[in-house]
């Protein structure tokens, strides 16, 4: 032991990856459990004119630090063409990639899933997701249909042939008769999974068994989940959702450790909400202020460049995150961006046609016609980006975190105030104590 999950609070781009990074040191492993190249994450690296970012899609954050084990889960889908461009992007930069494993049950996302993501949102129209069009939800789907392809798939030629007829004997149907598309050929899917074998094979193994054997001889394995809890396809604003379990629970069934051996719980919240893509939101900004928070923050996507929607933050979101992942620890971060307003507005209920709700309404139309309940809180002028300790913050940035604290019912233990690897507070040490603990009854 011990194992730790970090996972979004809020709808994604929360700061995940720099979180990932600031506990880099420290790890042995760090497992992404679920999504694909959907996510993003911006990591920098160095300060002013040495300063190095890294922008990651599929690997792990903890690719970046050179002590850290990094490992795609089963739970994860897998772009090939995708993984070995960010490896090579990595490795032209000078960063070891030679320790990434793979899964052996991870799917595998193929050149299919790919143009139908991009034709099923063309066709809902109006009532599209605005997906990020990297074929994840339809994987996801072959998965839980039982015609997806595994990494272990591409290992003998027969098998992965009979895979690929079978997914494109129904697929090729609806492509040509319902989209009016040219059916894609078997040989071509499988010559160009196939071209990546020789590359993959020395990376993939049991994962599950792997980590099971560090967490018996004590060493750390964090658990990394992209996206976030209100994406997530079971917690989210669904059908406006990613196609994975981006909480907590997630993080089992996508990396093969079990509850049992979970001690902690990191989410990470961003002072502020954002969202990419279509459904509900409800402290959006939709004026002048939306636009201040998007400028200041930079808030546009990692991974598609779209302009991100922004608003103040929400702490029933907030609770509920709490709450569905069993949060031991918060990381607030881009607090920075706040700076410079005579109040900051705190989302504290939502009044729903006349009735107040404390917690998340159950039924998503309730979602879509909630209004915000805000609390005013006092704002701070002074420029925090080189605070380092929680009593250099100025009394009202200490207000706000505290209040943010009271609200979503877990201690804030670390506090980002901007984008590079230091530009950190820590309230309380989230690094676990290393043990070599009795192995897990096997
Ligand atoms: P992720 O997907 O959750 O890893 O988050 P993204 O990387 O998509 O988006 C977070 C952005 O905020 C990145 O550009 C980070 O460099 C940046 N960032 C993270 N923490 C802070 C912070 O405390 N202050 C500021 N100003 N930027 C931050
Ligand atoms: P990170 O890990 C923000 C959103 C998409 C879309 C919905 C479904 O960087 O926080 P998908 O392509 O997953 O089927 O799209 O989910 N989305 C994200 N939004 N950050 C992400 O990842 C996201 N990954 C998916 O914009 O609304
Ligand atoms: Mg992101």
């Known amino acids: ?99 990434l494993v793979v899964s052996a049950s991870a799917h595998v996302i193929t050149p299919y899933n790919r143009v139908l993501d991009k034709i099923n949102e063309r066709f809902l129209g109006s009532r599209r997701i605005g ?65 990546y074998v020789e590359r993959l094979r020395p990376m993939v193994c049991d994962t599950s068994l792997l980590l099971k054997e560090a967490l018996d001889r004590g060493e750390t394995v964090l658990l990394e989940a992209g996206q976030a809890t209100l994406l997530d396809v079971d917690f989210g604003t669904y059908p406006f959702v990613t196609s994975s379990n981006a909480t907590a629970g997630g993080a089992c069934t996508g990396s093969g450790i079990p509850p049992t051996r979970i001690d902690s719980v990191i989410a990470v919240l961003k002072a502020y909400s954002t969202r990419v893509g279509e459904g509900p939101f409800p402290t959006e900004l939709l004026d002048e202020m939306g636009e201040f928070l998007r400028k200041t923050g930079a808030e546009y996507g990692t991974t598609t460049g779209r302009p991100r929607r922004c608003g103040w933050v929400d702490t029933v979101v907030g609770r509920y995150a709490t709450r569905i992942n069993g949060v031991t620890d918060v990381v607030v971060t881009k607090l920075d961006i706040l700076t410079g307003l005579d109040t900051v507005p705190v989302c504290v209920a939502y009044d729903v ?90």
Not at 359 to 388: F, K, T
Request: hydrophobic fraction near 40%; charge should be negative; include cysteine.
């Open 353 to 442: 046609d006349g009735v107040r709700h404390d917690e998340m309404p159950i039924g998503q139309s309730d979602v879509h016609h909630a209004r915000p309940i805000y609390e005013e809180l006092p704002g701070w002028w002074e420029d925090i980006s080189g605070c380092r300790t929680f009593t250099q913050l100025p009394a009202n940035a200490q207000r706000y975190v505290l209040r943010l604290e009271e609200l979503i019912g877990a201690r804030v233990s670390a506090i980002g105030v901007g984008p590079q690897r230091d530009a950190i507070i820590e309230r309380h040490d989230m690094r676990p104590a290393r043990s070599s603990t009795t192995p897990a009854p096997a």
């Open 131 to 195: 997906t990020t069009g990297r074929g994840i939800g339809p994987t996801y789907a072959d998965k839980m249909s039982r015609t997806g392809i595994r990494i272990q798939d591409l290992f003998d030629e027969n098998i992965l042939r009979q895979k690929v007829e079978a997914a494109l004997s129904f697929k090729n149907q609806v492509l040509a008769k319902i989209y009016n598309r040219r059916a894609v050929e078997v040989d071509e899917v499988v010559g160009e999974l196939l071209s």
């Open 1 to 99: 032991m011990p194992a730790i999950v970090l996972v979004g609070a809020q709808w994604g781009d929360e700061g995940k990856g720099k979180a990932t990074d600031l506990l880099g040191s420290s790890l042995d492993y760090v497992v992404k459990f679920n999504g694909g190249n959907n996510a993003g994450h911006t990591i920098v690296v160095g300060e002013g004119e040495l300063a190095q970012k890294y922008a990651l899609h599929l690997l792990p954050s903890g690719i970046l630090t050179p002590t850290c084990t990094p490992v795609i889960g089963n739970g994860v889908v897998i772009d090939l063409a995708v993984l070995f461009e960010e490896i090579d992007g990595l490795e032209a930069r000078g960063v070891d990639t030679s320790k």
